[in-house]
């Protein structure tokens, strides 16, 4: 375990506990729900741990978010669920923000817009800020800004695939030819390089981004409609208005599956839990995640991971301790 102050250790439980109560009085239920499944998530840039037992017999895989899981009780009836859960992602280690497990915070409520979503992780982060006075939050000063926008503002391009390789190849950001790279390759060489490190100092929604971003999100009026939260440039939250469509989101997982495929990575099935409820039928609603470990580094200040999570650098310098 990654070791800790005391006080770093009261701040994170006093932390934990003043967001379960924000959900507690707002009439959301908290879920539990499994961190280890016989299928992951279908990702295609994300990494699962593989987990199976010493006779080999059973083989499952930890959660790199417990997103599906929820979905299949959204199906039941429930309309405000939370989960505070271990999640895991494999590759993740190396940087200050990183870790291989981190907590996660991730809540669904049926007939939120995305705006009226933005509103409510204010609200939070504004009791969060009333709980820790020197976390200096401004509700006034957070931003909502297109991804469209941001393009424009700091890479000084728009959103077509063409506008962001003129961009790649002027800055030369990549040796790979255009016509080999995909929208998305493309389109986080610009962000990622030009448009993130940019962002303002204090919370950013980032919303609308392009239809080939869309993941699980729905697609109108030409964008997917999800959205992300920054602290300056960290990414803290993942956020979409779901997609219910049970066709349209088995043709969205063969084709992440397809790219998993040309990535030269592990290719799974499809979840039937997930499969079942969207047949079953999913309310329209909004869901977002919030890497927790990253929120609390913003709230007591720091420049690591290091400083307020007991799971960071789990595979760093690791060393085994004595056999007496």
Do not use: W
Not at 76 to 93: A, D, M, P, V, W
């Amino acid at each position: 375990m990654n070791e800790l102050s005391q006080e770093v250790l009261i701040q994170r439980a006093k932390f934990l506990s003043v967001i379960r109560r924000f959900f507690e009085k707002r009439n959301y239920l908290e879920m539990d729900t499994p961190c280890l499944k016989p299928v992951p998530s279908m990702e295609p840039y994300l990494d699962p741990f593989l987990v199976r037992s010493p006779s080999k017999k059973e083989k499952g895989y930890l959660i790199t978010s417990p997103e599906y899981s929820l979905k299949e009780i959204l199906s039941k009836g429930l309309e405000k669920i939370y989960e505070i859960t271990h999640t895991f992602r494999s590759g993740e280690e190396g940087s200050p923000f990183h870790s291989a497990e981190f907590l996660m915070l991730e809540f669904y409520t049926v007939g939120i817009t995305l705006e009226g979503l933005m509103d409510f992780c204010t609200d939070l982060l504004e009791v969060l800020d009333q709980e820790f006075y020197s976390y200096g939050f401004n509700r006034e000063q957070v931003q909502r800004m297109s991804v469209e926008e941001s393009l424009k503002r700091y890479a000084f391009c728009g959103i077509s695939k063409s506008e962001l390789d003129r961009v790649i190849t002027e800055h030369t950001l990549s040796e790979i030819p255009a016509e080999k790279r995909a929208y998305e390759d493309s389109f986080f060489i610009v962000f990622l390089n030009l448009v993130e490190k940019h962002l303002p100092k204090g919370f950013t929604f980032l919303y609308d981004y392009p239809p080939e971003l869309a993941a699980l999100s729905k697609i109108r009026s030409g964008f997917a409609k999800r959205f992300e939260l920054y602290f300056g440039n960290l990414e803290l939250g993942n956020a979409f208005e779901e997609l219910t469509d049970p066709i349209e989101q088995i043709s969205r997982f063969r084709s992440e599956r397809e790219l998993r495929k040309n990535l030269g990575k592990e290719v799974y099935a499809i979840d039937s839990g997930l499969e079942r409820a969207l047949k079953e039928g999913i309310p329209d609603s909004c869901g977002i995640s919030i890497g927790l470990d990253r929120l609390l580094l913003c709230i007591l200040g720091g420049s690591s991971l290091r400083e307020v999570s007991p799971y960071y650098g789990k595979f760093l310098n690791f060393q085994i301790g004595s056999e007496d």
